[in-house]
């Protein structure tokens, strides 16, 4: 299965687009929860270098700074993006690629 990128073009104002019209007939599913991830980088620690970790402690991760997210849907890769700051110094992402999967095979 190979994963390909397509990156979303940006609304008139050049910003991000906004989200699609509802599709008629999809109302039923527009209450089912999901369970959305962003992941910004994996580390592997041995249990005791997990135990030794105290607060303020770092943890390098496998990315580089302004490297895409990876962003999962009920743990599927759907998107990639940036990291934003939001109001009040909290974080959000960005969507910036869909990650279109190959259905084949």
Known sequence: MSNAFEPLPPDQAGGTRSAPAP???LEAVYDVPVQVSAV???ATLQ???LLKLGRGAVVELDRKLGE???IYVNNRLVARGEVVMVEDNRLGVTMTEIVKLDRAG
């Open 23 to 25: 599709v008629a007939g």
């Open 40 to 42: 910004l980088g994996r």
């Open 47 to 49: 249990v005791s270098q």
């Open 68 to 70: 895409a997210v990876d």
